[in-house]
């Protein structure tokens, strides 16, 4: 079992850069896909990235590829989310996720993540 906890949120203008990070509590972190989903104000939850329990392959969501990187470090347990380029739309509360179980597959639906954070706020202004 995994505690993701969420950091690194806040306010920035559009066009700045953001770093999210996921510090996992548990020995066994390395041995879980990881995701970040985001949910704004009115909407649903939707997905951004996910990273192979290796860190060897990485996905995201149209919305945000080639301006987001996703990259974990196992050793740390922490999972990382650099966000350059930044938009209004990316507003929103960011969640950190494990997939169930371990050794899954990489995934980008939101059932197939058992452990999730608290969420951190990140706002971007026009």
């Known amino acids: 079992q995994v505690q993701p906890v969420e950091s690194g949120g806040g306010l920035v203008q559009a066009g700045g850069s953001l770093r999210l990070s996921c510090a996992a509590s548990?020995?066994?972190?390395?041995?879980?896909?990881m995701g970040w989903f985001r949910q704004a104000p009115g909407k649903e939850r939707e997905f951004v990235a996910a990273?192979?329990?290796?860190?060897?392959?990485?996905i995201y969501a149209d919305s945000v590829k080639d301006r987001f990187t996703l990259s974990r470090d196992n050793l740390k347990n922490t999972l990382y989310l650099q966000m350059n380029s930044l938009k209004p739309e990316d507003t929103a509360v960011y969640y950190c996720?494990?997939?169930?179980?371990?050794?899954?597959?990489?995934?980008?639906?939101?059932?197939?993540?058992?452990?999730w954070g608290q969420g951190t706020q990140v706002t971007v202004s026009s």
């Open positions: 996720a494990a997939r169930y179980p371990m050794y899954g597959s990489i995934s980008a639906t939101g059932s197939d993540f058992r452990y």
């Open positions: 548990g020995r066994t972190f390395s041995n879980y896909a």
């Open positions: 990273i192979s329990w290796s860190g060897a392959r990485t």
